[in-house]
């Protein structure tokens, strides 16, 4: 069973970076490509960006300049790192593996919410 | 960005109905759409994949159809179980981009 867990801070202050991980379990990290979504509160879904495990990756140009995607095949995570936050930052943050057949996710995360505020 | 326009917003419906809701997008995505469900403090579930594809395990009462640019999410006989938010997800141009939502209520 492919089981993905998110970890880091829940409160994070303006300006600075959000640093998060995803911990995937029963499946490897070197196969498929996986993702990062948001969903702000009371809000829809933002695509942030996804990684192979190849490094490859494709961002969100809305926040391409302030968002890194890496992936640690030792310890079978991936991680993304926003600089700069601010409150528009806020949301529960999604990491999701991709299928083969099309840019969609199966097995996602169960989130973990983020607050930008001082 | 391709905008996907979910209609309705929100639709109240009871056990048993059909419901149909639907995704127009702003331009032309193939059939590269994907349907999900999300309930209160969960994470999406992939329902619907390249239109019409039913993901495994997804009970056989959902179904999609369409191509280009309108697209119909239709839940046949409601169950308890189905009243949630559902999205639709755009995956043929970048950035991939999603529907506002449409809520499903118990009438």
């Known amino acids: 069973q492919v089981q993905l867990q998110e970890s880091g801070p829940g409160l994070v202050k303006p300006s600075e970076t959000l640093s998060l991980t995803c911990t995937v379990s029963?499946?490897?990290?070197?196969?498929?490509?996986w993702t990062w979504i948001r969903q702000p509160p009371g809000k829809e879904l933002d695509w942030i960006g996804y990684?192979?495990?190849?490094?490859?990756?494709n961002y969100n140009p809305s926040l391409k300049s302030r968002v890194t995607i890496s992936v640690d095949t030792s310890k079978n995570q991936f991680s993304l790192n926003v600089t700069s936050v601010t409150a528009a930052d806020t949301a529960v943050y999604y990491c999701a593996r991709g299928i083969t057949t099309m840019t969609t996710w199966d097995y996602w995360g169960q989130g973990i919410l983020v607050t930008v505020s001082s | 960005d391709i905008q996907m326009t979910q209609s309705p917003s929100s639709v109240s419906a009871s056990v048993g109905d059909r419901v149909t809701i639907t995704c127009r997008a702003s331009?032309?995505?193939?059939?590269?759409l994907a349907w999900f469900q999300q309930k209160p403090g969960k994470a999406p579930k992939l329902l619907i994949y390249?239109?019409?594809t039913l993901q495994s395990g997804v009970p056989s009462r959902f179904s999609g159809s369409g191509s280009g640019t309108d697209f119909t999410l239709t839940i046949s006989s409601l169950q308890p179980e189905d009243f949630a938010t559902y999205y639709c997800?755009?995956?043929?141009?970048?950035?991939?981009?999603f529907g506002q939502g449409t809520r499903l209520d118990i009438k």
């Open positions: 990684i192979f495990a190849s490094g490859s990756t």
């Open positions: 029963g499946a490897s990290i070197t196969r498929d490509y």
């Open positions: 997800q755009q995956a043929d141009t970048f950035p991939i981009t």
């Open positions: 390249a239109a019409s």
């Open positions: 331009q032309g995505v193939s059939r590269w």
